[in-house]
């Protein structure tokens, strides 16, 4: 049973929940910890307080709050490529990756808190037993173009990102292209999840809210769970289409520049089992809400 640690902007959107949720019901992943990140100033003066409540919400609604170890990660990105941000969210990290056995590291927003923990700890660059697993940047061959600012999970912390690639650690990255693909509707959801429980109705109300808080975007009745691909890869690592990439660095727009980093790769998803994601997830939250476990 893999180790997993899980790195997460919570309050960023509303799809970071049904990823912990997923993974907190997924009984071949032993879970250690989950670190609150902070997602930025562009949506919240204080994002990583925010993250903070929101994993502890969830864990509420899952009855977990005794069981899951939770340290908060970096208030901010870090100043530089050599400076790390130290925090209990890093030390998380370099304490569990000194254990004997695999440890997937899922990052579902800015990567500051694994970059921090290399740059404490860079004995971890040699570990071969790490994998980080993050949700961000953009795809390698550029047929879908860059997004015009750069990749918000990226855009984020640029440095972390860079420091993270040119590193020895094995990284599994999805980018938007992909992670963009796992929409689901209003309709599947009301069906699928909404009647489930608390947790059933919190994720599904909290995320209409999040839609409707836009009022300059037009009606949505669909949200992509974008999130959700990190954890499905690690259950699943077949339900992926992988390729490897020479790494190249990032630059201060958040976009993939022309630097090569000699002898570096980065497995890249170009996409992911839709169908069996959402199968998987919605069935356990099902199944939880049938056992009748919720606090």
Not at 12 to 24: G, P, R, S
Not at 107 to 132: C, E, I, Q, Y
Not at 252 to 273: I, N, Y
């Amino acid at each position: 049973m893999p180790g997993v640690i899980i790195n997460t902007d919570a309050k960023n959107e509303a799809d970071d929940q049904f990823a912990i949720v997923h993974a907190l019901l997924s009984p071949s992943l032993q879970v250690e910890g989950i670190i609150p990140a902070h997602f930025g100033d562009r949506r919240s003066a204080h994002s990583l307080e925010e993250s903070r409540e929101e994993v502890d919400l969830v864990l509420r609604l899952l009855g977990m709050s005794e069981r899951i170890v939770v340290a908060n990660g970096a208030a901010t990105a870090l100043p530089d490529e050599d400076t790390p941000m130290d925090s209990p969210g890093a030390r998380l990290i370099i304490h569990a990756a000194r254990r004997p056995g695999r440890l997937f590291l899922i990052f579902l927003g800015p990567l500051t808190d694994m970059a921090s923990a290399l740059l404490l700890d860079p004995a971890l660059r040699h570990n071969r037993d790490l994998t980080v697993v993050w949700i961000g940047g953009s795809p390698y061959d550029g047929v879908h173009g860059d997004e015009p600012a750069g990749e918000f999970n990226l855009s984020n912390d640029v440095a972390a990102a860079n420091v993270v690639m040119r590193s020895g650690v094995a990284v599994w990255q999805i980018p938007w292209s992909v992670y963009t693909m796992v929409s689901v509707g209003y309709a599947e959801l009301d069906a699928r999840v909404a009647p489930f429980g608390k947790l059933g109705e919190y994720l599904v109300r909290q995320l209409k809210d999040f839609n409707a808080s836009f009022a300059d975007v037009e009606e949505m009745e669909y949200r992509s769970l974008g999130d959700s691909p990190a954890v499905g890869v690690v259950l699943n690592p077949r339900g992926a289409v992988w390729r490897l990439h020479p790494v190249r660095i990032f630059d201060e727009h958040a976009r993939l520049s022309g630097v090569v980093v000699p002898g570096r790769t980065v497995q890249v998803a170009d996409s992911v089992d839709v169908r069996w994601l959402l199968e998987d997830m919605f069935a356990k939250i099902q199944r939880f809400a049938s056992l009748g476990a919720e606090a």
